[in-house]
């Protein structure tokens, strides 16, 4: 019999079906707007989970999140935001909604996430080139992984910079104890389906007050006065969570801490299995104990020499989807490859793995090798085009199991050449 494919991460519901009872709560008070009691009560859950006494605005996706935050510290057209180079574009691309730069810093090796030292070289470099200080700084908690945040906010504090902490794959990871999000100026929550909990799309902003909050407020419910017409005095946005969605946002919070310990299980169970295979690394927290990641992916490293069972046809084909299959819509590639693309082990463990249903994914390509930012500054020394070239994500959701795990163990070594 065929195996259903395992995906790296799939929404999962509650077992009592409480997204359910909320939505229809929703539809039996006719809440059916981008507002309403589940809303509220979402905010109020976020806001409990996150202590520290943080403020939550629940927002139609991650997305809108970092741009209601940099707007919020006064990013403008002009300015320049710092942001980690090893991340998704959704870090990055508001920054230039808001007419600003993005100034791209490399990564470290321990946690993948923004270099500090680089940050302040960056941070000294364009005050020396533009005589402006950046006007904010985005770390991001790549694959749910704890930036160095002790030392990314006392050199931000020094330079008096604001951090919107970019943590839409680290809900529920913590450092030193405290959830990410809660360290910065600004916190950034993704629920979109393939993220830690999900409300089929969406995100949140936390808020450290409640002036702040209700600002973002504001800006999300399109910056209406309080008149009894139309007034506007700033442009907002139609960013506010629906009722609907949030009816599931406050079913799966009820799961997030099974999902964080399934997670944790998931990926002890690869670091166990794939102890000894040779040539395969799998990425862990350092152990200084400050760590708390939610292993939203188990990521590998795969040593150059390793070499995989059809290697040698390794982007011989032009691939025909995008990435996570955005809305079946692609531009044809007139090329199977690229400048700057993982070995050609790393693909042909991708398609051996492929092949046998399990969904595996490329780390994401640093955006200072992405086209669209060819012209951006950028801080780089070398260790997320490495990581890049050799790295690989494995499922890791809370429907992937023990058996799936040995599987996927299994045929990664299957695909090894000896
Ligand atoms: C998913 C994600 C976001 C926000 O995404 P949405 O899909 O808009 O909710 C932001 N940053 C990173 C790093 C992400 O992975």
Redesign the pocket.
Known sequence: MERKTIHLCLAHMSEEGLEQKYIKEAFDTNWVVPLGPNVDGFEKELEAFCGQDKRAVALS??????HLGLLNCGVGPGDEVIVQSF??C??THPVTYLGATPVLVDSEPDTWNIDPELLEEAIKDRIAKTGKIPKAIVP?A?YGMPYKIDRIMEIANRYEIPVVE?A??GFGSRYKGRVLGTFGKYG?L???GN?MITTS???ALIAASDDEWREIMMYATQYRESFPYYQHEKIGYNYRMSNICAGIGRGQMTVLEEHLAHHKHVQALYEELLADVPGIHVHSQPATGEYDSNYWLCTITIDEDVRIKGQEGAYKTIVTSAIGGAAGVIHAASSATTDCQPNDNVEALREFMNQANIEARPLWKPMHKQPVYASVPAYVNGVSEALFKIGLCLPAGPCVSDDDVRYIVETIKDAIER
Do not use: I, Q, R, Y
């Not at 996706?61 to 970092?66: I, M």
């Open positions: 996706s991650g997305t809108a999140a970092v991340t998704f959704a870090s991001v790549l970019d839409a794959e950034v993704s629920f979109n993220k799309g969406g995100g």
